[in-house]
């Protein structure tokens, strides 16, 4: 089955400091998701992003199918960043009638006052 | 516009125990999706729900049951609960076949068996 992975596994960030978290997958995907898991375990998602560049306030995510990966990017972080990221990708079912989201290993992110 | 709903938030059970997990999609949606996610590892899927039938299974044990009623909502049971289905349970909703196949969670149930 498809292999979803995230790099890195952790990270430390000063507020206010830039970071780049990166999601590779082994196989094509019609589209890929971004979420962050709060402290609290609330999934939220970020962004739906099969191709291209999309940016909302200080997060940003490029996905380039072509070449199976994606990235996304937190600017000016703050301590309310901080949580578990993670990217999924759908594995359709013939027909295209139902889909199951195959999630990446994840990336913790601490950011410090 | 409610979003999805989960209860209960917490749960404690003993082995062996049964215990139904319940969920209200996201106004508007008509799929719902079951997720168990153990402690520091992603969510991984269960099953989904539309038009009150089980339409896919992950790589789960018939331990683990669902239903969909007609107003969408959907429950989870776990018969003869083991140590390792202790877990967060996560929910999601989404529009059937939607053009945005985007996916809303609830905030889980996590469910501790002694």
């Known amino acids: 089955g498809i292999q979803v992975e995230q790099s890195p596994p952790d990270l430390i960030l000063q507020e206010g400091a830039n970071s780049t978290l990166r999601c590779n997958f082994s196989?094509?995907?019609?589209?890929l998701q971004w979420f962050h898991q709060n402290p609290w375990g609330q999934l939220i998602n970020l962004f739906y992003?099969?191709?291209g560049t999309k940016q909302n306030g200080r997060l940003s995510a490029t996905t380039v199918a072509t070449e199976r990966y994606s990235l996304l990017y937190i600017s000016s972080s703050q301590t309310t960043d901080s949580g578990v990221y993670f990217c999924?990708?759908?594995?359709?079912?013939?027909?295209?009638?139902?889909?199951?989201?195959?999630f990446g290993t994840g990336t913790l992110l601490a950011v410090q006052p | 516009d409610a979003g999805v709903t989960q209860s209960p938030t917490h749960l404690i059970k003993t082995r062996g125990q049964q215990v139904t997990l319940r969920c209200s999609p996201k106004?508007?949606?008509?799929?719902v999706s079951w997720y168990q996610q153990a402690l520091g590892q992603g969510p991984q899927f269960i099953f989904q729900?539309?038009?009150?039938?089980?339409?896919q299974r992950g790589n789960f044990p018939d331990r683990f049951s669902g239903h969909q009623f007609p107003n969408y909502s959907s429950e989870l049971n776990v018969n003869a609960l083991l140590l390792g289905d202790s877990a967060l349970y996560l929910c999601?909703?989404?529009?059937?076949?939607?053009?945005?196949?985007?996916?809303?969670f609830g905030s889980g149930t996590q469910l501790s068996v002694l």
């Open positions: 999601a909703s989404s529009l059937h076949r939607g053009r945005d196949e985007k996916l809303f």
């Open positions: 196989d094509s995907v019609n589209n």
């Open positions: 992003i099969p191709s």
């Open positions: 999924a990708v759908p594995v359709t079912y013939y027909g295209g009638a139902t889909n199951k989201l195959i």
């Open positions: 106004s508007g949606h008509d799929t």
């Open positions: 729900y539309y038009e009150e039938e089980e339409r």
